[in-house]
Nanobody
Framework: QVQLAESGGGLVQPGGSLRLSCAASGRIFSINAMGWYRQAPGKERELVAAITSGGSINYGDSVKGRFTISGDSPRSTTYLQMSSLKPEDTAVYYC?????????WGQGTQVTVSS
């Protein structure tokens, strides 16, 4: 059993910034990857960013150049720095952690970009 604690969501104006945090705890043996997906109402869940235990990083095309993912050495905590936010970034953001053949999900945190 792995628990993910997310924080940092909220309301921000277009062009602003937010930082999301996700910390994994519980029965952790090894974490293969951590990252973020997002989902807006009526739309498919899409990859935002991911970081593996080996240090590989992937970004979704829609956020490249604006968002940055980082983590600590064991990848038990990951951060998503979100800059130059647009209204189309509005979504529920979900943290995930891959371990022991399973993907664990956070509860989701709402990010709203609006004037």
């Amino acid at each position: 059993q792995v628990q993910l604690a997310e924080s940092g969501g909220g309301l921000v104006q277009p062009g602003g910034s937010l930082r999301l945090s996700c910390a994994a705890s519980g029965r952790i043996f090894s974490i293969n990857a951590m990252g973020w997906y997002r989902q807006a109402p009526g739309k498919e869940r899409e990859l935002v960013a991911a970081i593996t235990s080996g240090g590989s990083i992937n970004y979704g095309d829609s956020v490249k150049g604006r968002f940055t993912i980082s983590g600590d050495s064991p990848r038990s905590t990951t951060y998503l720095q979100m800059s130059s936010l647009k209204p189309e970034d509005t979504a529920v953001y979900y943290c995930y952690s891959d371990q022991t053949g399973a993907r664990y999900w956070g509860q989701g945190t709402q990010v709203t970009v609006s004037s």
